[in-house]
């Protein structure tokens, strides 16, 4: 069956730059959304439609897709931005989520 | 405010069924496509199932590990969607969640607070 591939864990410096990418066979033919969790929070919808933020999503967070892989961009990276970070796409009428990548902010 | 609310979680035996409801406001449910997700503890996301619209004929789908033994409904007139599962496993053991699919953008923009079915023995 179809997966999308994320790395587990992902560090980065506070004010620096994280990458989180997500990779799928059949990525570049379906959007891709990215979702955010905290600790003991419901997920929250920060990228939709590969590189679009929602209203109230800070301008630090970003999207792209090159090919079959879409990546998450956080610019100056703050300790709030720690958490558990998903992308999601489409097969047919089945959603998609990646393994999570948690993001480590040292 | 747009609020889902879940509710109906709890402790069964393994073969055993549950209801899950879904209760939205803030938005005009009969247009809403409802999704349900589910997240085992520690683990990552799944999604479970989805149903839409009236004007979409109610379609539903799901995902291959619960064809068969779950099935999503909904209630127009009670803005509520519904989660039956039966035949239920130790690995259907999850936080269920249910989101509003975006139809804009193309993505799930409202989550619920999930609502805790532990399928043991």
């Known amino acids: 069956s179809y997966e999308v591939t994320q790395p587990p864990s992902v560090s980065v410096s506070p004010g620096q730059t994280a990458s989180i990418t997500c990779s799928g066979d059949?990525?570049?033919?379906?959007?891709v959304a990215w979702y955010q969790q905290k600790p003991g929070q419901s997920p929250m919808l920060v990228i939709y439609?590969?590189?679009r933020r929602p209203s109230g999503i800070p301008e630090r967070f970003s999207g792209s897709i090159s090919g079959n892989t879409a990546t998450l961009t956080i610019s100056g990276t703050q300790g709030m931005d720690e958490a558990d970070y998903y992308c999601?796409?489409?097969?047919?009428?089945?959603?998609?989520f990646g393994g999570g990548t948690k993001l480590t902010v040292l | 405010e747009v609020q889902l609310v879940e509710s109906g979680g709890g402790l069964v035996q393994p073969g055993g069924s549950l209801i899950l409801s879904c209760a939205v406001s803030?938005?005009?449910?009969?247009?809403?496509?409802i999704h349900w997700v589910r997240q085992a503890s520690g683990k990552g996301l799944e999604w479970v199932g989805r149903?839409?619209?009236?004007?979409?004929?109610?379609?539903?789908a799901y995902a291959a590990s619960v064809e068969g033994r779950f099935t999503i409904s909904r209630d127009d007139s009670k803005n509520t969607a519904y989660l039956h599962m039966n035949s239920l496993k130790t690995e259907d053991t999850a936080v269920y969640y249910c989101?509003?699919?975006?139809?804009?953008?193309?993505?799930?923009?409202?989550w619920g607070q999930g609502t805790m079915v532990t399928v043991s023995s």
């Open positions: 989101i509003r699919f975006g139809e804009l953008e193309d993505a799930f923009d409202i």
């Open positions: 803030g938005i005009t449910f009969r247009d809403s496509t």
């Open positions: 149903i839409r619209s009236n004007a979409y004929s109610f379609a539903t």
């Open positions: 059949k990525l570049g033919n379906k959007y």
């Open positions: 439609k590969d590189d």
């Open positions: 999601q796409s489409w097969d047919s009428s089945t959603a998609l």
